[in-house]
């Protein structure tokens, strides 16, 4: 719908940000026509290896300086969008020299009319970067990358009925050879009908499945049929309550099941909600709240049981500064964990964060920033607890 455009570009521009820094930059609307920035990020991680303290005396910490470019492109083509945003650009670690290596992401969103009602979104994404290592068993360089491509048809339509649809396919590889057996393709299509009144919202009831696999996972156990089939079926309301409040709650019934024998399937129920609030033009509040079965590369499990809760805040101080501030919450239950990479069992983790940054705009082509960032993850295997606390500064200059 219309009135989640503004959600739609946050997400987008939150898949840009490096992983260290996931909400260190104020998430914008990108501007019409092409911008290019050279961006310096300076990072200070009181923990980057994402090691538990209690269990290592060595020095964890250390400086990260990440140069890049930074691009933004946004056009309309009479009734066609385009929408581009990327960054190129490669960290130095001032302790943790192995860590060196590339950090590129890349959003591409196009929408398309292509007759009436209906529109083709197509989406690529692409993100190369150094593995999260508190995901890892053991402490290795690597660089994880994802390519991600989704094409969505929508008729949406302001009263009736409408039918939607959608395909994707996801790769993850590592670039590490000890890596390789944790890469990962997702395969998803997704068709339903929704349901369009002004006086009432809109509702979509759709059916979804997903198939996971690891190509590689039989290198390290021979025969090792590794994977899942994701089902799922739900219902999807979505409101403008007013111009300042819009909202949409989902809820769905979805079901796991593994190929490799000895692995017990999953049922449950799956929730997806956001809500934008806006009680003034200088303050915007998002909330999001997400409960799925899913697959991620480097922890080892067939799949995951993941529930995240979001809460973030902007505020415009004035035409050249602002604030934002927020906190995250997940848990994650790991189901069918191969133990490739170590031999403890991680069963479950909750990962808890809180933020808070400033940016300001020094001069009409001159930006700058800072954020402090702290993170700690509990669960009952002492190697994967951790706490860091990080600090980031940028500068970038608009050509």
């Not at 092409?34 to 005396?57: A, E, G, I, M, W």
């Not at 809820?251 to 999953?266: E, V, W």
């Amino acid at each position: 719908m219309k009135q989640f455009s503004v959600m739609s570009a946050a997400a987008t521009a939150a898949l840009m940000i490096p992983q260290a820094a996931l909400s260190q930059t104020e998430v914008e609307v990108p501007p019409d026509g092409l911008r290019v920035r050279p961006t310096v990020r300076l990072l200070y991680d009181s923990n980057v290896l994402r090691q538990n303290d209690d269990l290592v005396t060595a020095e964890q910490d250390d400086l990260r300086i990440t140069p890049s470019i930074d691009v933004t492109y946004r056009r309309q083509f009479g009734l066609h969008r385009l929408t581009v945003i990327g960054s190129a650009g490669y960290d130095f670690h001032q302790r943790f020299e192995f860590l060196d290596r590339e950090r590129i992401s890349l959003q591409a969103d196009a929408d398309l009319s292509v007759s009436g009602y209906c529109h083709v979104q197509p989406r690529a994404r692409l993100n190369f970067a150094q593995s999260n290592l508190s995901d890892q068993g053991v402490v290795v360089g690597n660089t994880q990358r994802t390519q991600d491509y989704r094409v969505a048809v929508d008729c949406e339509k302001p009263y009736g009925f409408f039918p939607v649809a959608a395909m994707g396919y996801l790769n993850t590889s590592n670039s590490a050879s000890s890596r390789r057996i944790f890469d990962i393709d997702t395969s998803t299509a997704m068709a339903g009908i929704g349901y369009s009144k002004a006086s009432l919202g809109e509702i979509r009831a759709t059916f979804q499945y997903e198939r996971f696999r690891r190509p590689n996972a039989d290198e390290a156990i021979a025969g090792l049929r590794d994977g899942a089939e994701n089902y799922r079926a739900g219902i999807l309301f979505r409101r403008a309550v007013a111009p300042r409040l819009s909202w949409q709650l989902g809820a769905n019934y979805f079901k796991t099941k593994p190929r490799a024998p000895g692995i017990a399937d999953f049922s449950g129920l799956g929730v997806e909600a956001q809500a934008v609030y806006t009680p003034s033009n200088r303050l915007s509040i998002l909330l999001d709240v997400d409960r799925s079965s899913r697959n991620q590369s480097n922890t080892g499990a067939t799949y995951i049981v993941q529930t995240d809760f979001s809460l973030r805040g902007n505020l415009k101080l004035g035409a050249r500064s602002g604030l934002s501030a927020g906190g995250s919450y997940s848990r994650r239950s790991f189901k069918g964990e191969l133990q490739l990479d170590t031999p403890l069992l991680r069963r479950s983790d909750r990962t808890r964060a809180v933020f808070a940054g400033y940016r300001y705009q020094l001069r009409s082509r001159l930006n700058a920033g800072a954020e402090i960032r702290h993170e700690w993850r509990t669960t009952a295997v002492d190697q994967f607890r951790y706490k860091s606390t990080s600090g980031l500064l940028f500068v970038g200059l608009d050509l």
